[in-house]
């Protein structure tokens, strides 16, 4: 049996949960998934930071279709627990009326800050809205989301790794890591 790997961030204990093989593997699914979906189309995806850049970065970039991608920044976690409130700390500048829109987020957890993404989104009369999570937290929902493209369905547990942190470290693992 192989000895359980275990990495310090800060003052919490961590061991992995998904490989970096597993999460490329699924995100080049995800990929063929949206190219088959928007044929002929030039979605724009948005991309919500920080956590969703290593995703967001693998993703499109094994997607060969036109596109255009803009960035945003939402806040809604203090250390490991989401405050319930959420605050836009970058916004978006560009023109999405009668556009197709892709959200790229890095987690879906307890809904509330896709759920107020989405309804400023939509509030700005996009052709379509759809959502790609790495990763999501079904027991965690307080709000339906609708996610077209999901990574992997974990547990309602705090995760860092491949663009999630703690307390801003750990994003630049390769893979992600559970809270022990």
Do not use: W
Request: glycine share 6%; charged share 20%.
């Amino acid at each position: 049996m192989t000895p359980q790997i275990m990495i310090n961030i800060l003052d919490k204990k961590f061991v992995p949960l998904i490989s970096r093989e597993v999460i490329e593997n699924r995100i080049a699914a995800i990929a063929s998934e949206i190219e088959k979906d928007y044929q002929n189309r030039c979605p724009l995806f948005i991309v919500v930071l920080n956590g969703a850049f290593l995703f967001a970065s693998e993703l499109v970039k094994r997607i060969p279709l036109s596109c255009e991608i803009t960035f945003i920044k939402l806040a809604s976690y203090n250390k490991t627990q989401s405050t319930g409130s959420v605050r836009e700390i970058i916004g978006l500048n560009d023109d999405i009326a009668g556009r197709d829109i892709i959200i790229i987020e890095d987690i879906v957890d307890t809904g509330l800050t896709m759920a107020q993404l989405l309804s400023q989104i939509n509030d700005l009369e996009p052709a379509s809205v759809a959502i790609a999570s790495l990763l999501h937290k079904p027991d965690a929902l307080q709000t339906e989301v609708d996610i077209r493209y999901t990574g992997f369905n974990i547990e309602n547990k705090f995760v860092v790794g491949y663009g999630l942190d703690y307390d801003g470290i750990g994003r630049n693992l390769d893979a992600i890591y559970v809270l022990a």
